[in-house]
């Protein structure tokens, strides 16, 4: 038999847990190839359960520095070390079993138990780190696993707020005298590094324009239209009170799938008006009779630069959240635009977020986010919750930007048909 059918017996023989065919076929293995890893670590392991630590140690050793290059030698041979008390001896294969296998989650957490058995809870946090992160689902549900991952997660955390106050007492007389928003994208980035938040990148479902940056809440202030837009507020909303009292007929379901379509996280809401809109714009198309009714409104969006893009865009409308209502988070189809809110009937109780940064609406205080970072919004009061939406093209777009975004919108319904699901722009 050559090298590779001894292997491959031995392997066979050892699953099946026949170890004594699978050591006369290791036997064999080491008379072709003395150095040969696999036949060393399964000698190694052998002697190992029998205690045989010395014995193991040198097969483990042999299994180590030999061919082919083996993970599990070098975590067995950690594994003995530290039985026999060399924990940096054992450190050292440890950390060389985790070069050949960056995953191997078992491996973090013996250099772990290490660390911590030696005092240094630094070390341990950030092999217990890595332990998370790398086992699998499976064993996080596994209850028998629950009190070693709960240990794991309180020695991360617990070095986390150690790191904080550490790194915050050099960070913070550097923001002295410098506003929120200047300082917010590192305030941001250093609560997603101390495991106080996490990242949420833009994920549109349609059409994705690379290089631009996921940012969940643009600031209002950067926007020249905006003022004159938040000053139209109280005429904004006086239409609103006239619609809601004589034309509330007008709102429609905002969820409405079709027969061959699943509504999925938004079952709950399918078809019914617990979320409503009432369009004055929608598919690209001005609805006549609603706008007529809102002459003020649409006076106060003429100066706004709403995506125009046919049977697509704009679509603006009045959507309104019926008290202990939730919308359920989901992303937005692409991120040419951001979406804009003009809040106008703002209960308590009412939240929107976008990422991991929770807002309230303030009454004629825009909104304006990339609606492809995942985003919801809740209705927790007891009356009704109603803001204005709108799209404005991203303002990082140039306008031949926005001119080919038009141009690949409208080649792909003319491709494949206005009615093709190729989602909301």
Same mark, same amino acid.
């Given at each position: 038999m050559s090298l590779d059918q001894f292997l491959q017996e031995a392997d066979r023989a050892a699953r099946q847990g026949q170890f004594a065919v699978a050591a006369r076929h290791y036997e064999s293995v080491l008379k072709i190839a003395p150095q040969h890893s696999h036949a060393h670590n399964f000698f190694g392991q052998v002697a190992f359960q029998r205690q045989a630590l010395d014995e193991a140690r040198q097969h483990f050793e042999r299994a180590s520095k030999g061919q082919p290059? !083996?993970?599990?030698? *070098?975590?067995?041979?950690?594994? +003995?070390? $530290?039985?026999?008390? !060399? %924990?940096r001896d054992a450190l050292k294969s440890l950390d060389a079993a985790i070069k050949l296998e960056p995953n191997a989650y078992a491996v973090h957490f013996e250099r772990a138990e290490i660390y911590e058995f030696l005092g240094e809870p630094r070390n341990a946090a950030l092999s217990y780190n890595q332990a998370l992160m790398t086992m699998p689902d499976s064993l996080n549900r596994l209850s028998e696993m629950q009190p070693r991952l709960q240990h794991a997660r309180n020695m991360v955390m617990a070095d986390r707020r150690e790191l904080a106050a550490f790194m915050l007492a050099r960070v913070n007389p550097l923001k002295a005298g410098h506003s929120a928003r200047s300082t917010r994208r590192m305030d941001e980035t250093l609560a997603i590094t101390l495991g106080q938040t996490r990242y949420y990148p833009s994920r549109p479902l349609m059409f =994705?324009? &690379?290089?631009? @940056?996921?940012? @969940? !809440?643009?600031?209002?202030?950067? !926007?020249? %239209?905006?003022?004159?837009?938040?000053?139209? &507020?109280?005429? +904004?909303l006086a239409e609103l009170h006239t619609l809601l009292n004589h034309d509330a007929s007008g709102f429609e379901p905002y969820v409405q799938t079709g027969e061959a379509e699943s509504p999925g996280q938004f079952a709950a809401?399918?078809?019914?008006?617990? %979320?409503?809109?009432?369009?004055? /714009? $929608? =598919?690209?198309k001005k609805i006549e009779a609603h706008c007529e009714r809102c002459p003020n409104t649409i006076a106060a969006l003429e100066q706004v630069p709403q995506i125009s893009i046919r049977d697509r865009a704009p679509a603006v409308m009045f959507s309104a959240l019926k008290p202990k209502t939730h919308i359920p988070p989901h992303n937005g189809a692409t991120n040419a635009r951001l979406t804009c809110h003009l809040p106008l009937i703002i209960p308590p109780g009412c939240e929107f977020r976008v990422g991991a940064e929770v807002r309230e609406w303030r009454l004629g205080e825009l909104f304006m986010f990339d609606d492809t970072i995942e985003h919801e919004a809740f209705n927790r009061g007891d009356q009704l919750r109603v803001v204005l939406i709108f799209? +404005? /093209? *991203?303002? *990082?777009l140039t306008q031949l930007e926005r001119e080919i975004v038009q141009a690949t919108q409208v080649a792909m319904m003319d491709h494949y048909g206005t009615d093709a699901p190729l989602g909301e722009l």
């Open positions: 290059a !083996f993970a599990l030698a *070098h975590a067995n041979l950690g594994r +003995v070390l $530290k039985q026999q008390g !060399f %924990w =994705h324009i &690379t290089r631009l @940056p996921s940012i @969940p !809440f643009f600031d209002r202030e950067d !926007f020249d %239209w905006a003022p004159a837009l938040e000053a139209a &507020t109280p005429l +904004v809401l399918d078809r019914n008006l617990d %979320w409503g809109a009432y369009f004055l /714009w $929608k =598919h690209g799209d +404005v /093209w *991203h303002p *990082h």
